[in-house]
């Protein structure tokens, strides 16, 4: 029974590739591979040994903790830089599943999708 709990794999050029910081490498048109996890290539009896050292971007795949809300997306459909799982800047409003700018909260716009940046308002700002 061949099993592996954490596989990861990362496809970087060989030009102009610093091999001293992979994850630097990651930032200048290289491709990611979403991590292995849990995975039986020869059973789907293994017993898988989760870790806490990394995020699962669903039951398939996993990535090092350290990749989550760093502004790349390294899992396929990007939950790693999702709002829920990041939150927002400072300057940001956070809408139900997106961060409008600060600004655009109260000024009798809907930039959310529904609506929550003008409801509540007391005031609003005029340009």
Same mark, same amino acid.
Do not use: W
């Given at each position: 029974?061949? &099993? ?13 590739? /610093?091999?001293?910081d992979a994850h630097a490498g990651m930032k200048n048109n290289s491709t990611?591979?979403?991590?292995? @996890? ?7 009896? $293994? ?5 806490? /050292?990394?995020?699962? @971007?669903?039951?398939? !795949? $996993?990535?090092?903790? %350290?990749?989550?809300?760093? *502004?790349?997306? /390294? $899992?396929?459909q990007a939950q790693d830089e999702a709002v829920s799982e990041c939150g &927002?800047?400072?300057?940001? !409003?956070?809408?139900?599943?997106k961060c409008i700018e600060l600004v655009k909260r109260c000024d009798k716009?809907?930039? @959310?999708? *529904?609506?929550? /940046?003008?409801?509540? @308002? %007391?005031? !609003?700002?005029? !340009?």
């Amino acid at each position: 029974m061949l &099993c592996f709990n954490f596989f990861f794999l990362i496809l970087l050029p060989l030009i102009n590739f /610093d091999f001293g910081d992979a994850h630097a490498g990651m930032k200048n048109n290289s491709t990611t591979v979403p991590t292995l @996890c849990n995975q039986c290539l020869e059973s789907d009896s $293994c017993q898988s040994n989760l870790t806490s /050292d990394v995020y699962h @971007c669903d039951e398939t !795949y $996993c990535i090092p903790k %350290s990749f989550v809300c760093n *502004g790349i997306p /390294d $899992c396929l459909q990007a939950q790693d830089e999702a709002v829920s799982e990041c939150g &927002c800047l400072q300057n940001e !409003y956070r809408c139900t599943n997106k961060c409008i700018e600060l600004v655009k909260r109260c000024d009798k716009i809907a930039d @959310c999708d *529904g609506g929550e /940046d003008e409801q509540d @308002c %007391s005031e !609003y700002i005029l !340009y």
